[in-house]
């Protein structure tokens, strides 16, 4: 595999703020907002175009929640969350930089990041229903599973891995053996 670059912004210049990640050569971006900064994350024009979002938190216990979701305006959609799910205190959001995704897009990408997520189990998910992929022409689905794998470089490498699928690798005098 070949090397990656990840740039990270710091909007503000602190670490604890607002944060751009982006993966050279890709349409994809990355917004990390921590939850006290959602009031400032209104003026971002990244926030009025269609997105993938991950929120992020631990519950009493300590064990790792997340919900994922997908907007078609993603800041009014994380207004709501503000106000109705207490667990969070992060999000992660994707958008396309050249505001290319669409509502289809994004709800193909919110399934099947459920989906993926689901199978890893390392974090406990919050989303109530599990939906559908929606039907796109075979080259959008194509592209949008790069999407996906993008998504998981990026928020993998931010420290939540919540869609890299888990491999156990046994070596081959376990596998006689079995």
């Given at each position: 595999?070949?090397?990656?670059?990840i740039?990270?912004?710091?909007?503000?210049?602190?670490?604890?703020?607002?944060?751009?990640?982006?993966?050279?050569?890709?349409?994809?971006?990355?917004?990390?907002i921590?939850?006290a900064?959602?009031?400032?994350?209104?003026?971002?024009?990244?926030?009025?175009?269609?997105?993938i979002?991950?929120?992020?938190?631990?519950?009493?216990?300590?064990?790792?929640r997340a919900?994922?979701?997908?907007?078609?305006?993603?800041?009014?959609?994380?207004?709501?969350?503000?106000?109705?799910?207490?667990f969070?205190?992060?999000?992660?959001?994707?958008?396309?930089?050249?505001?290319n995704?669409?509502k289809?897009?994004?709800?193909?990408l919110?399934a099947?990041?459920?989906e993926?997520a689901?199978?890893?189990?390392?974090?406990?998910?919050?989303?109530s229903?599990?939906?559908i992929?929606?039907?796109?022409?075979?080259?959008?689905?194509?592209?949008?599973?790069?999407?996906?794998e993008?998504?998981?470089?990026?928020?993998?490498?931010?420290?939540?891995?919540?869609?890299?699928?888990?491999?156990?690798?046994?070596?081959?005098?376990?596998?006689?053996?079995?």
């Amino acid at each position: 595999m070949a090397g990656k670059t990840i740039t990270t912004f710091l909007i503000d210049g602190s670490p604890m703020g607002i944060k751009t990640i982006e993966l050279s050569n890709w349409i994809g971006k990355a917004l990390q907002i921590p939850r006290a900064k959602l009031k400032d994350a209104k003026t971002r024009p990244e926030m009025n175009q269609p997105a993938i979002y991950f929120l992020f938190g631990e519950d009493a216990d300590g064990n790792n929640r997340a919900y994922i979701g997908e907007a078609e305006n993603v800041i009014n959609r994380l207004a709501t969350h503000d106000t109705s799910k207490d667990f969070w205190d992060t999000v992660i959001v994707f958008v396309s930089k050249d505001n290319n995704l669409t509502k289809a897009d994004v709800k193909f990408l919110e399934a099947k990041a459920i989906e993926r997520a689901k199978k890893s189990g390392r974090f406990i998910l919050e989303n109530s229903i599990e939906p559908i992929p929606n039907n796109l022409p075979e080259h959008q689905k194509d592209t949008m599973l790069e999407f996906l794998e993008n998504i998981d470089l990026l928020i993998s490498a931010i420290g939540f891995p919540i869609i890299k699928e888990i491999k156990v690798i046994l070596d081959s005098q376990e596998i006689h053996d079995i």
